[in-house]
């Protein structure tokens, strides 16, 4: 088993010392797929030498609310007889009415009072974060395990910056990357193929799979840019209106392979109702669809200047999900900033400056006069890019 790189691992460890202690919470760690959750969990639990029950609902056929009791009660067993334990369950949103059951059993662990200790694994956040509220309000913490980050893949393979605006945050295709076809195919079928089947389309209704699988690929396509609903309904002969087109998105999202960013207005109202800016959480994506090589890549100005901005772009989501930021971006007529990230009332405009010439004019003037206190960021500029990669909370 790989050793993961001590940022990933100090995540988790950070969780699981936390159920060391008195088991006052759930911990739920959610993230996408194949970015290392399960085998950080079992090597840390390996290094803290406590009692552990581990089970995957990632099965053929998702089991029903009696496999969570049938694992919980050995994990209990186990708690018992060396007076603590841990009980991982994993994509645990594959259980039917799973939720019902962990709050039942959590309310009686803490009467029973075993030290019992419970951490919750899942790859669909839609699913996850509707179990917990609803169910479990109250009981749980979340930590997101995301994308892996440029200093992550530099430590544990090695990569340059111009390896991971290419190749992106999927550790599980690392080793693939001395023979790119072999690479591209092993994301679009085994990772992206698996999060649509599995994370989206066996667990939600959807009425026309292959149009949501064609939104994905225009995401990808369109990457970085801002293109509104009724422009991706021309794109996606079959669908009826644009608001299942918000749908898919959402379940896309929810699986972690893309983001529909808002923009900025100051105005939740506009926010909500404005065209989305595209952003795959990883450049592998773009890439891997793309079919084009990393040489290829590279003496595409443009090409490269766009997955450059997805790069800082999905290095600002994850600093937004770990720590509660807006991210958003701004237009107004020709102008635009790629980034907005709100903290608060304080607030960050981030523009790439990626070596590329851009049709549209530079936004920065323009809504620094709007919001006079925002903070300009120029990435490429102000900070290079690899700078912003390893240290993204200087934006504020």
């Keep these: 088993m790989t050793q993961l790189p001590h940022f990933k691992r100090d995540i988790t460890k950070i969780i699981l010392n936390r159920v060391t202690g008195k088991p006052n919470f759930i911990q739920a760690i959610i993230g996408p797929r194949q970015v290392g959750k399960t085998t950080a969990v079992k090597q840390v639990l390996a290094e803290l030498n406590i009692p552990a029950e581990y089970a995957s609902a990632d099965l053929p056929a998702p089991p029903d609310a009696l496999w969570i009791r049938k694992h919980w009660e050995r994990a209990r067993v186990l708690a018992k007889e060396a007076g603590s334990g841990v009980l991982v369950l994993d994509e645990v949103q594959k259980v039917h009415r799973w939720s019902e059951e962990v709050k039942r059993l959590w309310d009686e662990e803490v009467t029973l009072g075993s030290g019992l200790r419970v951490v919750l694994l899942g790859s669909s956040s839609l699913l996850i974060q ?5 169910s479990l309000a109250g009981r749980f913490e979340v930590l997101r395990c995301l994308h892996w980050d440029f200093k992550e893949c530099r430590e544990c393979f090695g ?5 991971y605006i290419f190749f992106g945050g999927y550790p599980g295709a690392a080793a693939l990357i001395k023979d790119e076809p072999r690479w591209a195919n092993y994301v679009v079928d085994s990772l992206v193929e698996t999060a649509v089947s599995k994370d989206v389309l066996l667990l939600n209704p ?8 064609r939104l994905f690929i225009l995401a990808c396509e369109y990457g ?21 087109i918000a749908h898919y998105q959402r379940l896309l999202e929810a699986a972690y392979l893309i983001a529909g960013l808002g923009k900025y207005s100051g105005s939740k109202v506009r926010m909500r109702n404005s065209s989305p800016k595209w952003l795959p959480l990883t450049t592998t994506l773009i890439s891997a669809l793309s079919r084009r090589s990393f040489q290829e890549a590279k003496n595409d100005p443009a090409f490269w200047g766009r997955l450059t901005e997805c790069a800082v772009g999905s290095c600002l989501f994850r600093l937004a999900e770990k720590s509660g930021m807006g991210l958003y971006y701004w237009r107004e007529g020709n102008y635009e900033v790629d980034f907005i990230l709100q903290k608060g009332k304080s607030l960050s405009a ?7 010439v851009r049709s549209r004019l530079s936004g920065m003037d323009r809504v620094e006069r709007r919001f006079p206190k925002i903070k300009r960021v120029v990435v490429g500029g102000d900070i290079s890019v690899q700078d912003f990669l390893e240290n993204p909370d200087g934006v504020f």
Aim: net charge neutral.
């Design 350 to 356: 981030i523009e790439v400056k990626s070596g590329y």
């Design 159 to 163: 990569w340059d910056l111009e390896q």
């Design 224 to 244: 970085g840019q801002i293109i509104s609903y009724q422009k991706m309904l021309g794109q996606l002969s079959g669908i009826v209106n644009t608001t299942t």
């Design 206 to 213: 959807v009425e026309k799979p292959a149009l949501l699988r």
């Design 130 to 134: 509707k179990g917990l509220s609803e």
